[in-house]
């Protein structure tokens, strides 16, 4: 090769290189600290999901998440799943609400559920993050049956509605965003609100271990297959006189309990509710270090390691 | 809405900067904690120029409206900014056209007949027909420049220049004659930055060298902190003591314009955004740029930047008496260009582009990137200089463009023949500039060819006076080291090197500062 064709050559793979790792080319963009206050509003372009909550798509969905993303969630994490026995006792569609701390709860919560209830189970994800572009809406709605909400506005937008009247049960995280430090945050009233609204029972969730597995900002999990726990409580349906503003505290604290539970045992647990001493799902007002280092240290399921074949999920 | 200008801290978060380098531009890493100048985004255009013009010209400041001053019989000239404004040439129709078209439509009205348009080029080479009749028009063009009522000024032309006395403080005033002896001299400029217009405009524009030398010296530019900054300019304070013994003679109407910051047109318009901003097709648009840049022969680069035409828009038009107009444009430029910025640090950093005032249709030679970097760009400021006084430079620039044979003749005995005896701007001015001024050669170039009068590099050189008096270093990235030795700086490959070579100076962590220019900004040092 001529020297100047090598030289275009090189010098292009050095540009390339450079302007790959100046602007995180496969990963999400990001604004110099100084000049965050000067960004502009972002565009709204919301890409529509309708069309993943179609037979095709249903079915696509199956093989994806039975061929692929179950075997790798498998490969990649250790589960323990209980309290699967209230969905028995409930009649579809409901909301499962759960605390958020990782890109990980997700699956988790999907791959828990039995099959039937899993394939009729979509996820409110934010408009602003998984919708943005076309390829990430796509991929987020074929594996995750995810569908956009507008977590900056006050309002819902029209979406969770509809699909929770067209039957399908829905995944929403109240605290709107994955938490800084595996503790739990403030819930909105969302929720609450399409509950009572739709008049539909909120099973709540609670989850531990995904942060210390991947927390925010790491983009595959931790190696050796960290321990993750998933815990379902007992259905809440809004009284006829209650309002969104005390269904919501109900619905935190059930998932509050649920984690309590999870840490302790049932009967504990249900002590300590009885007594009004559930431990702060918000976490200790420690330094912030502490706080994360504690939620670093992966749950330690209390069965043996290796559970007969049949009771794993 | 556009949005303020701002000062970066670069961070781990901060992509690679964009550094202009001459017919072409880098991606810069700079060290965490860098501060970057970025100007306020583009204003919003006025939205009916025509408009604008009119109600300028019928509602001016301080002065009768123009078709008041107008009559049947008069001695009417209209006089206009070359091309070195605005910078990049602006996308026909240019604004002084449309300007002078609304005057001339007035000055028709009103049964004027003995009208002549000069461009107010000084000492500057003269512009060809083909660039006359870009800055004024088709039909003014037509209508003028045949009859030989549209040309040059010639600074030269002893039989049509007019003394017309001297200041308080002996400084000659010697302009056009045709101008000082019309009943009304209009001026159209086009004020880019802040150093332009006021009474620099007819007091400069017009004036010979005979007037020009009181201030385009050494010592006035040394004292001119900054020549942005007219209240602080020893140089404008000369101007406008011309100035204000021209307005005693001649009834100068001014009109004034500015512009937003529209600089770079599609597809270059990646090159005026914030970087970490930058979609996709931004980043493919420049890594294609740059491979294509790497490949092509210098002339296709000269072509392909010096054909780029700015797609300005208006922000204000003022007309009427001088400096109440100049208060009211100056206002709009620091709108458009002013950037807060709290404290010097111990490095500037500066990428010269590939144009400068005296380079348009030519080649930025060594002099003329000194002028940009150590002129105009360290002196794009209020208050105090970015760096600190014994601070360091570095400017990005290949320096490799050579001279101009046309346009900058007087240039190349400069570099070969001042510049090795001596480079500071004292000295050469006191020992060579005289010769320079009154060489015929020369003047017969400057007045018959395209050529920059014999004593403009001297100007050039005066122009970077006050950033060699301040700092200590200045060191030129990417840059040829005999051109940069012969210059009295020194060059460097990267600016890791640079940085390491300016540590005698600055030490071995400084403060660094990077002016992200252009388009155009005037940093505000607190």
């Known amino acids: 090769m001529s020297t100047p064709a090598k030289g275009l050559v090189t010098g292009g793979i050095d540009d390339v290189r450079q302007v790959a790792r100046g602007w995180r080319w496969g990963r999400r963009s990001q604004v110099p600290r100084s000049a965050e206050e000067f960004v502009l509003p972002a565009k709204s372009t919301v890409f529509p999901s309708d069309w993943s909550r179609r037979k095709p798509a249903i079915a696509a969905r199956e093989v994806a998440q039975k061929g692929g993303l179950q075997p790798l969630f498998r490969s990649v994490s250790r589960t323990r799943v209980e309290g699967l026995d209230v969905l028995d006792r409930v009649e579809g569609p409901v909301i499962f609400v759960a605390n958020h701390a990782s890109h990980l709860d997700t699956p988790l919560i999907l791959l828990s559920l039995p099959d039937e209830w899993r394939r009729r189970t979509a996820v409110a994800a934010a408009a602003d993050y998984f919708f943005d572009t076309w390829w990430r809406a796509v991929g987020s709605s074929l594996f995750f049956n995810t569908f956009p909400i507008d977590r900056r506005g006050g309002t819902m937008a029209a979406t969770p509605g509809e699909v929770l009247a067209d039957g399908w049960s829905l995944v929403i995280f109240p605290e709107g965003t994955r938490s800084t430090d595996g503790w739990m945050g403030k819930f909105r009233m969302g929720a609450a609100f399409l509950a009572k609204e739709y008049g539909v029972p909120v099973v709540p969730v609670a989850h531990r271990g995904t942060f210390a597995a991947m927390p925010r900002g790491q983009g595959w999990p931790s190696k050796g297959r960290r321990q993750l726990t998933i815990r379902f409580g007992e259905p809440l349906v809004a009284g006829a006189d209650e309002s969104v503003r005390d269904f919501a505290p109900r619905i935190k604290d059930a998932v509050a309990a649920l984690l309590d539970e999870d840490r302790s045992t049932w009967w504990e647990a249900r002590k300590r509710v009885a007594a009004g001493a559930v431990p702060d799902p918000s976490g200790p007002q420690v330094a912030q270090w502490r706080r994360v280092w504690e939620q670093t240290e992966s749950p330690e399921a209390d069965a043996p390691t290796r559970r007969i074949s049949a009771w794993r999920r | ?526």
Not at chain 2, 123 to 129: F, I, K
Not at chain 2, 134 to 148: D, K, L, W
Not at chain 2, 317 to 326: D, M, Q
Not at chain 2, 447 to 459: K, L
């Open chain 2, 1 to 526: 809405m556009s949005r303020p200008g701002f000062v970066l801290d670069v961070d781990d978060r901060t992509p690679p900067l964009i550094v202009h380098e001459g017919l072409g531009f880098r991606l810069e890493n700079f060290p965490l904690g860098t501060r970057v100048v970025y100007p306020p985004e583009s204003l919003p255009a006025v939205p009916d120029v025509d408009q604008a013009i009119r109600e300028a010209l019928l509602h001016p400041q301080d002065m009768d409206p123009l078709p008041e001053l107008l009559f049947a019989g008069m001695k009417l000239t209209i006089a206009f900014d070359d091309l070195s404004l605005p910078l990049p040439t602006m996308r026909a129709p240019d604004i002084r056209g449309r300007i002078i078209e609304h005057v001339l439509t007035m000055a028709a009205d009103a049964g004027v007949d003995d009208v002549e348009l000069i461009a107010a080029n000084a000492l500057h080479r003269r512009m060809t027909a083909a660039e006359l009749k870009h800055i004024v028009g088709e039909r003014v063009f037509r209508s003028f420049y045949p009859q030989g009522k549209l040309y040059n000024f010639d600074a030269e032309d002893r039989d049509n220049l007019s003394h017309l006395g001297t200041t308080e403080k002996g400084e000659d005033i010697e302009i056009s004659k045709r101008a000082a002896e019309s009943d009304l001299l209009v001026y159209v400029n086009v004020n880019l930055v802040a150093m332009d217009g006021g009474h620099k405009s007819v007091g400069i524009g017009l004036a010979s060298y005979k007037s020009l030398r009181h201030h385009h010296n050494a010592k006035t530019m040394v004292q001119s902190r900054s020549f942005m900054d007219h209240k602080h300019s020893a140089m404008h304070h000369s101007a406008w003591r011309i100035g204000r013994v021209i307005k005693d003679t001649v009834k100068v109407f001014q009109i004034e314009t500015t512009l937003n910051n529209d600089i770079f047109p599609k597809p270059y318009d990646f090159l005026q955004k914030r970087e970490w901003e930058w979609s996709v097709k931004d980043q493919a648009t420049m890594l294609g740029m740059r491979r294509g840049l790497s490949v092509a022969p210098a002339k296709l680069k000269h072509k392909m930047f010096h054909d780029l035409r700015s797609v300005y828009g208006l922000t204000g038009v003022n007309a009427g008496e001088v400096e109440a107009v100049h208060t009211k444009t100056l206002e709009k430029v620091h709108q458009q260009q002013l950037v807060e910025v709290q404290g010097q640090s111990d490095v500037l950093v500066m990428g010269i582009p590939y144009v400068g005032p005296y380079n348009v249709n030519s080649s930025l030679n060594p002099i003329l990137a000194t002028c940009m970097g150590l002129g105009y760009y360290f002196n794009s400021y209020l208050g105090q200089p970015v760096v600190r006084k014994g601070g360091a430079v570095i400017l990005y620039h290949p320096l490799n463009e050579g001279f101009n044979q046309l346009h900058h003749p007087s240039y190349v005995d400069f570099y070969e023949e001042v510049l090795a005896e001596s480079t500071d701007p004292a000295v050469v001015g006191e020992k060579y500039e005289q010769q320079f001024a009154e060489d015929p050669w020369y003047r017969h170039l400057y007045r018959t060819s395209h050529a920059y009068h014999g004593v403009h590099p001297f100007y050039m050189w005066y122009w970077a006076a006050h950033a060699m008096d301040h700092v200590d270093e200045v060191i030129w990235v990417g840059a040829d080291r005999k051109v940069a030795s012969r210059l009295g700086f020194r060059a460097a490959s990267t600016l890791a090197d640079a940085l390491e070579m300016a540590s005698g100076t600055v030490g071995t962590s400084p403060s660094i500062t990077y002016l992200h220019n252009p388009p155009h900004l005037l940093a505000h040092v607190r």
